[in-house]
């Protein structure tokens, strides 16, 4: 497996991941709706600006997967989709 392979195949596992989980809190609490969203990726953009010591590869792809399948999903939510 090439160095790009394995950033992907991590890159998708986080990503499949986050969303699923997404879901089923969605799915748990009836009150986890898009301003909920918005705070957790508020805390995930301050996390990933604060990358001053470095995280390392494995770290900044779970960090930039987990940030897309909530931006996702908050679209998703948006539109009455999730």
Known sequence: MSSIDWREAKYDETYEAVLKGLARRRELEGDFGP????????????????????????????????????????????KGEA
């Open 35 to 78: 301003e909920a969203v918005r705070g957790v990726l508020r805390h995930l953009y301050e996390q990933d600006g604060q990358d001053w010591a470095g995280r390392g590869d494995v770290a900044n792809i779970d960090l930039a997967a987990t940030i897309e399948a909530h931006e996702h999903f908050l679209a998703l939510l948006e």
